[in-house]
């Protein structure tokens, strides 16, 4: 990734953030907020993406490719968003939550490309445009499920709601961009 890593004492307040958010939802305590003068830990803006697993399979991810302010105001956003928005999943119940790990992907923004030959499954997150509809898979998606590049560009056609080689089509756009991974299963619950 292009941008500043975070260090890991900065990975793990905002892995630790998101947890404390969503306890305090089920609390119906306001959401916690890091002090406004640890800002600079975390960089400048940009896109994430907070996903939660439960047993190792997925049960909820949402995010921005936009930057949204500091890392430390978008992650609560987003835990929550992925916690109950996620139309692929029914809402998260309080007994859930132990059970949860949270991942979160910070983004370099997007670059535009004009060959497919240009995507590394497992380093390159994917976005794909066409006919109105828009598809994006995560850097690790390739990895979780070992998709090689043309699998993976059927995927992301897949989850446009778009057949697998709609990719091909000669006014598909496509993005790639880099994800900084990190998550509470290594070892920082």
Not at 83 to 94: K, M, S
Request: hydrophobic share 40%.
């Amino acid at each position: 990734m292009s941008e500043t890593s975070l260090s890991e004492a900065a990975r793990r307040e905002l892995l630790d953030l998101a947890r404390r958010c969503l306890e305090a939802h089920f609390r119906r305590e306001p959401p916690p907020r890091l002090s406004s003068d640890r800002a600079e830990a975390f960089g400048e803006p940009r896109g994430l993406f907070v996903t939660l697993h439960k047993k190792e399979q997925l049960r909820g991810c949402i995010g921005t490719l936009a930057p949204e302010g500091d890392l430390s105001r978008a992650v609560p956003r987003f835990a929550l968003c992925a916690a109950f928005e996620d139309p692929r999943f029914p809402p998260l119940e309080p007994s859930e939550l132990p059970e949860c790990t949270i991942e979160i992907s910070v983004l370099s923004p997007p670059r535009r490309i004009t060959d497919a030959a240009e995507i590394v499954a497992g380093r390159d997150g994917l976005i794909l445009e066409v006919h109105g509809r828009r598809g994006l898979l995560l850097p690790q998606v390739a990895i979780e499920w070992g998709f090689d590049r043309e699998r993976f560009l059927a995927e992301v056609s897949k989850k446009a709601g778009l057949p697998p080689d709609a990719w091909r089509a000669p006014e598909a756009l496509l993005w790639i961009f880099q994800a900084e991974v990190f998550g509470e299963e290594e070892g920082l619950k």
